[in-house]
């Protein structure tokens, strides 16, 4: 099946810094990648929609100048959480869709998990 | 997208068959169903999908209400590995369209 790779897997970071996360398909054009942030013991919630070439939809209550999003190509998406604070401490998940598969399933990435002291 | 009912939690002997309902009465006509699964701090892996017929893969059945308001997910010979959150979704298929989670099953399968 294709393949999500998110990087990096793992982050901690201080209080008040940027943290960057990647996003790539690594066998499949993507001309739309999702991102999704998950709090312990909850579901998974959407936080955008990333359009290569084009600005990301942002859900309702998620702030677009608190998470930066960049899908500059048609593999790599990118989630920057600017001056982040510990309430942001989560695990970040992307997914993509293969645009030749017909059967419009999501392929998702292995997540990151950002730490935030 | 219509929104999916799961119970919270179920549990399972290993080697017998996990059945895993959802049920999705305001689906309409052009929505497909769905099923993940997340092993903790992984991504999502799809399992199955379909529109109204029963399908089958090498990982599980979905069996489908006529009336379409309901599915079952079937594991048939659950493994320890298959404990997971299982999660139903229903969405029509159409590039960009996104998918929304709701809280799925958590599913434990006992040795």
């Known amino acids: 099946g294709a393949v999500v790779s998110q990087h990096p897997s793992w982050v901690i970071c201080k209080s008040g810094t940027s943290v960057k996360i990647e996003c790539r398909s690594l066998?499949?054009?993507?001309?739309?990648m999702f991102w999704y942030r998950q709090f312990p013991k909850q579901s998974l919630m959407l936080m955008a929609t990333?359009?290569?070439?084009?600005?990301?939809?942002?859900e309702q209550g998620v702030e677009k100048d608190k998470f930066l999003i960049n899908h500059a190509s048609l593999t790599l998406s990118t989630l920057t959480v600017t001056s982040a604070h510990p309430e942001d401490s989560s695990f970040y998940i992307c997914?993509?869709?293969?645009?030749?598969?017909?059967?419009?399933?999501?392929?998702f990435g292995e997540g990151s998990r950002l730490t935030v002291l | 997208d219509a929104k999916t009912t799961q119970p919270p939690s179920m549990d399972c002997a290993e080697g017998r068959a996990a059945n895993l309902p959802c049920n999705h009465s305001?689906?309409?006509?052009?929505?497909?169903v769905y099923w993940y699964r997340q092993i903790h701090s992984q991504g999502p892996q799809y399992i199955i999908h379909?529109?109204?017929n029963n399908e089958t893969n090498e990982m599980a059945s979905l069996i489908i209400t006529e009336d379409r308001k309901s599915s079952t997910l079937i594991l048939p010979h659950a493994t320890l590995r298959d404990t997971a959150v299982y999660y139903c979704?229903?969405?029509?298929?159409?590039?960009?369209?996104?998918?929304?989670f709701g809280t799925g099953t958590s599913l434990t399968v006992i040795p």
């Open positions: 979704i229903v969405r029509v298929v159409r590039a960009g369209n996104q998918f929304y």
């Open positions: 990333s359009n290569e070439g084009s600005k990301a939809t942002y």
């Open positions: 997914s993509a869709g293969h645009r030749g598969s017909g059967t419009g399933e999501l392929f």
């Open positions: 305001t689906i309409s006509g052009n929505e497909y």
């Open positions: 379909g529109l109204k």
């Open positions: 066998d499949f054009q993507a001309t739309t």
